[in-house]
């Protein structure tokens, strides 16, 4: 079963890479968000530089360098990590999402070529990070306010910071300086308590009250309602969850990551697409590719540390049958084909691969494309391929 996955994930990453190299002369000098009519936007200007997403299509580029080799890849992504230095240099623009941000960017460029502007950049992104935590209530605050009259954001902190968490580990890995994990897992432990449910659908946001750290509340954020199951806010929570365990050794991590990952496998329906809230009304019928697309890697990230558990304790009982984590392969093998099939656009006069991604139910807008999906689809695909 395995052997035909790959067989197959390596020959759809193929035609991506047929498509990419298209795209990516059209698009290298842009930081593309979405498309319109098929050709990708650009949020490089300066009122839009610190958006949360500005790191994809770097990381895209570096994916695209992995399985190429090609230098024109490389320049783009440095030329990508070089424009979100302004973003690192405003305050305000600085907030939890610096793993979105400079995990692709400048961790990826760091891993693959040792340049020490890069290990500097994220660092200082690291540090900025663990600055946002707040300490009566061991969670790192998400966003700021934006003034005006906006809520007051200081005591909120989202599912989405899990994938955030990354780049403390990494900061505490390269600089031997436990702080930033310490920190990481702290966040990773009030997440496990207040946003998974009992039966593993998760909370987008929740509230703390910021001088005792009390849980004031949740809210249904970019999903359908308080209470509901936002499918990208699942995707975040179970790869988040397997990345803190790859990263500390903590089982409750990787039993977390699977009570949430069951949860998403059970709700996934017939067509192998997924809908914006597992907990939406039937019509309309608004799907999210992204979540599809992160989900599967997450899902294949869980497989693998599966794996490797089993590897490590071969001959030992601790692992039982069932814990190959086959369940979540055959999960993420079924997301990627329904997507691939159904929702990449396959035109190369076209900027996106995914079709019907939505960022948030009550947004006026749904089913565009969005450029984590098409970085999350290439990753999840690179690891079906090994
Ligand atoms: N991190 C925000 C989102 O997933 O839309």
């Not at 806010?233 to 949430?260: C, P, V």
């Not at 697309?293 to 990230?301: F, K, M, Q, R, V």
């Not at 099939?341 to 807008?365: F, G, P, Q």
Request: glycine content about 8%; overall charge negative.
């Amino acid at each position: 079963m395995h052997e035909e996955d790959k067989i197959w994930a390596r020959n759809v990453l193929a035609r991506i890479t047929e498509k990419m190299e298209k795209v990516s002369v059209r698009s290298a000098d842009k930081i593309p968000y979405t498309t319109e009519n098929g050709v990708h936007d650009d949020w490089s200007g300066d009122d839009k530089i610190g958006w949360w997403t500005n790191g994809f299509w770097g990381g895209m580029m570096w994916q695209m360098y992995e399985l190429t080799g090609q230098e024109r890849y490389k320049a783009v992504a440095e030329s990508v990590e070089r424009k979100l230095d302004r973003v690192l240099m405003d305050a305000q623009s600085m907030d939890h999402d610096s793993g979105f941000k400079w995990l692709p960017t400048s961790v990826n460029n760091y891993r693959l070529t040792g340049d020490p502007a890069s290990r500097n950049r994220a660092l200082l992104a690291a540090n900025n990070l663990a600055g946002r935590f707040n300490h009566a209530g061991q969670f790192i605050r998400a966003w700021n306010d934006w003034g005006g009259n906006g809520p007051d954001r200081r005591g909120w902190a989202i599912i989405d910071c899990m994938m955030n968490l990354p780049l403390l580990y990494w900061a505490s890995e390269e600089t031997k300086d436990p702080r930033f994990a310490q920190t990481a897992m702290r966040h990773a432990d009030t997440a496990a308590r207040c946003f998974v449910r009992e039966d593993g659908s998760v909370n987008h946001i929740v509230e703390f009250d910021v001088d005792s750290g009390e849980m004031v509340r949740s809210y249904g954020g970019q999903g359908y309602g308080d209470g509901s199951s936002w499918t990208r806010g699942q995707a975040w929570g179970l790869y988040g969850f397997a990345q803190s365990f790859r990263h500390t050794g903590k089982r409750e991590y990787l039993d977390t990551a699977m009570r949430i990952a069951d949860y998403f496998i059970a709700h996934i329906p017939e067509s192998g697409l997924i809908p914006v809230d597992f907990c939406q009304p039937a019509e309309p019928a608004w799907e999210d590719s992204t979540a599809a697309a992160i989900a599967a890697s997450g899902l294949l990230e869980i497989r693998q540390l599966l794996g490797e558990k089993k590897k490590e304790s071969a001959g030992s009982a601790e692992n039982g049958p069932g814990e190959d984590g086959r369940k979540y392969l055959e999960a993420a093998a079924r997301l990627l084909r329904a997507l691939t099939e159904r929702r990449v656009n396959w035109d190369d006069a076209a900027d996106n691969l995914l079709e019907k991604c939505t960022a948030a139910y009550h947004d006026k807008n749904h089913e565009f494309s969005i450029i984590y999906g098409d970085y999350y689809l290439i990753e999840a695909l690179m690891k079906l391929a090994l």
